[in-house]
Each structure stands twice: as C-alpha cells, then as structure tokens.
C-alpha cells in the first residue's frame, strides 16, 4: 500500500512537471513598486495589472502608460525601472550565487539598469537595433522603437554592439552611445550628445531642453534698453556789466 501511495506521488509530480511553462515559472524578479499604470503579461496569459511584491518569471512581458513607472528587482539584487510609455519582456535570467546571465529585451522607450555592484556581465539587453553587455554599471537606455538607441552611461562601462554590419564599440562613465541602425558603427560621445524619441538627449537629468542645446534654445525676444536721460544743458552764463562812466 505504502509502496503504491509513493508511486502514485511520483507520478503526479511528474505530471505537474510535464505542463507547459512548468519548468520555467521560477521567479526571476520582482516588482517593488509602480507608479500610476503598469502592466504586466505572464508568458502565455493576458495582460494584467502589476502591482508591489509581484513574482516575475521568464519571458514575461511588462509595459507602462505615460507618467507611470515599474521598478523591478532581479534575484541577483541588480534594478531594472521601466519608464513612461516603455514595452520590454524579460526573456531570461539566471543568477547562480555568484554571476548572472540572461537577456531582457527592451522593446521601446526608456529604462534605467543598476548593477548594484552585482557580476552581471553574462547579462545582455537586446534593443531592436543592438545588443547592450553589462560591465557593473549604471546607465540609462532610450530606445526609438525599430530605429535608433542610446545609453547614456551614469557608471561604469558598457559595451554596444550592431546586429547587423556596425561594429561594436566600447564607453565609460560620463559618455553615451548611439547606435543608429544595426549596420551603423556604434560611437561614443559626451553624456547628452545624442537624442532619440524616446527621450531627450540630456542623459536623463533635470534640465530637460527636449533636444534644444546651446544657440539652439529660443531664450525669448532680447531685452530692450532703455537710453539714458540726457542731460539737461546749462544756463549760459550772463555777461558782465559794462563798466559804468558816471560821476560822483
């Protein structure tokens, strides 16, 4: 009797093994917080809305509205936010206790990656038009839907390499990429030289000029300056008397 219940437990294990996507429903994140609309996709279900403390797994889609964020923490302690008006799926991610790979494809908008100190370069992000290698680093990555890409690099290194016949290229921290098509060469350039549609190229801080730079900016009409008064001209003196002849 003993001998047939454990069988009929292996069994079921087994079966519950064989359903699909059962192997892979592991968490690999979790959300810690959303601001306003966020949704997320489990691979194979519909569209729902994300919320704190939600266990993420692979090839699970997220995507936010305008004004609205989704802040994602990996198993390894590393940070993805999902800014306004971005789609991405989290294809994959493994951390083994002391490295982690994988591959998470933004599809569109902007994203903010922290490494957190974290040995992430087995992890790659995939854009429509390069594949970006984490090197512990922070930077932020704007993403043209099918045309262009840039990173604008907060911390550390990240290598940006063309699907197609550019060549790959390799920048630090204060620096940006701009990976203009898949056949284009990827080039650095100083932090805030490039922009895209998915964001102005001010690498992400607070003096947002939606791509107006230098002479560029309409600082409005020239002030007008006023002329000083004039003077008003001096009394001419009066003459002096004419010496008087009389006689006393």
């Given amino acids: 009797m003993k001998r047939k219940l454990a069988y009929q437990v292996c069994y079921a294990i087994a079966a519950l093994w064989a359903l699909p996507g059962a192997a892979s429903a592991a968490g690999i994140a979790t959300v810690v917080d959303v601001v306003n609309e966020g949704y997320r996709t489990p691979p194979g279900a519909d569209e729902i809305t994300a919320k704190s403390a939600d266990e993420l797994v692979q090839n699970e889609a997220l995507r936010t509205e305008q004004e609205s964020t989704i802040a994602v923490k990996f198993v390894d302690g590393s940070e993805l936010s999902v800014e306004q008006s971005s789609e991405m799926v989290l294809s994959d991610y493994v951390y083994d206790g002391s490295a982690s790979s994988g591959l998470i494809n933004l599809n569109t908008g902007l994203f903010h ?41 907060l911390s550390g290194a990240v290598a940006a390499k063309p699907h197609g016949t550019g060549k790959e290229v390799v920048c630090y921290e204060g620096q940006s990429i701009l990976i203009a098509s898949e056949n284009d060469d990827a080039i650095c350039g100083d932090i805030g030289s490039f922009s895209t549609a998915a964001g102005p190229g001010n690498g992400g801080g607070g003096n ?18 006023k002329e000083p008064p004039k003077p008003e001209p001096k009394p001419e003196p009066e003459p002096d008397p004419e010496p008087c002849d009389c006689q006393y």
Avoid: C, M, Y
Wanted: charged share 25%.
């Fill in 113 to 153: 990656f922290t490494s957190n100190g974290n040995n992430d370069q087995g992890v790659r992000l995939r854009t429509p038009v390069a594949t970006i290698g984490v090197r512990g680093t922070e930077f932020l990555v704007h993403v043209d839907g099918d045309d262009a890409t840039v990173i604008d690099i």
């Fill in 208 to 225: 947002n000029d939606h791509g107006q730079r230098g002479g560029d900016k309409d600082d409005g009409p020239p002030a007008t300056s």
